[in-house]
């Protein structure tokens, strides 16, 4: 290849103060801080949450601020990612509502998405998925009817579209094989890095009012 690997990191989540926003901080610092040679990162984030992903990308990696309009434009999806047509059509006939590609990451020719968190669509693009665990189908009394069908249909649709699932640990690895049904080797397991080295040190001030509460 004559030109650097482009890879589209989307991130798109709605509240970034949750677990899953700290590990996308952690990955944002890391890249930042060690890209290889022959590899481009762009960071894509909702445009109202940008200023948290900011300080956290830089060097060979790059921002992109996404607005709140452009993540409901299903229809308008349909139109500029033509091959995603079939497969809107098979899931719109059994009453699905699966995310389908504003057509952003096509648009910009890049090589591979790669979905650190839940939040996903469907895209022409290949795609590296992190449903992170399985937590709804072990504790299902802690979701809803709507969140546990959500969660199935969705985990499975982009589990299935990927070309690799992402998981921190053998144990999610063993557990997605055997509810989903994926090959053990389109599963990777990755463990994650800490975000600690992205945070600057407590001040004596944050240690002493920690300490009063």
Partial sequence: ???????????RIADPNQGIGTAVLALAKAFS??????????FIVREST???LAPYVYGPCKLVGIPESALSGVKAALGSVPPLRFIWRKVRGKSISIPVS???VEAH?????????????????????????LQHLHYPNFFSKMEFDSRERLYRAFCDQALYVCVQAEWTKKDIVDH????????VVVPWGSVFDAYEPPSQEDIQTCIRK
Wanted: net charge negative; glycine share 4%; hydrophobic share 35%.
């Fill in 1 to 11: 290849m004559d030109r650097q690997l482009r890879i589209a990191i989307d991130c």
């Fill in 33 to 42: 801080d060690s890209v290889p040679p022959g590899q481009e990162y762009t």
């Fill in 50 to 52: 940008k200023e948290w």
């Fill in 102 to 104: 504003d057509g952003f």
């Fill in 109 to 133: 020719e890049f090589d591979v998405v790669h979905f650190p968190t839940q939040v996903a669509y469907l895209t022409e693009r290949p795609s590296i998925y992190q449903p992170w665990d």
């Fill in 180 to 187: 989903y049904g994926l090959l053990a080797e389109k599963i």
